[in-house]
């Protein structure tokens, strides 16, 4: 099972990037599938979840900016991410939920 996640980079404030997640050795469809970050310095922390059946959940600061998608067809997960800010600046990583298996990570940097 591996999770791998692109679409990070270099982005100015007010910004966006959409982050992309491919899930291989194991299907999607039935899980709860998350995405977390960790900015320099900082501990893990988690910014959104996906339930099976699509219920979304986000932290605080980022509500109403980012969105969690999935797409089971493609086994992929999504991060759309605007208005993006100096202190999103971090690796992000895609998570399955229930077994915390995780990617590498993409790196987000948001700055002028």
Not at 76 to 81: A, F, K, T
Not at 90 to 104: E, I, K, N, P
Request: hydrophobic share 35%; net charge positive; charged share 15%.
């Amino acid at each position: 099972a591996q999770l791998v996640e692109s679409g990070g980079g270099l982005v100015q404030p007010g910004g966006s990037l959409r982050l992309s997640c491919a899930a291989s050795g194991f299907t999607i469809s039935s899980s709860a599938m998350s995405w977390a970050r960790q900015a320099p310095g900082k501990g893990l922390e988690w910014v959104s979840r996906i339930s099976s059946v699509g219920v979304t959940n986000y932290i605080d600061s980022v509500k109403g900016r980012f969105t969690i998608s999935r797409d089971n067809a493609k086994n992929m997960v999504y991060l759309q991410m605007n208005s993006l800010k100096p202190e999103d600046t971090a690796v992000y990583y895609c998570a399955h939920w229930a077994t915390s298996l995780r990617g590498q990570g993409t790196q987000v940097t948001v700055s002028s």
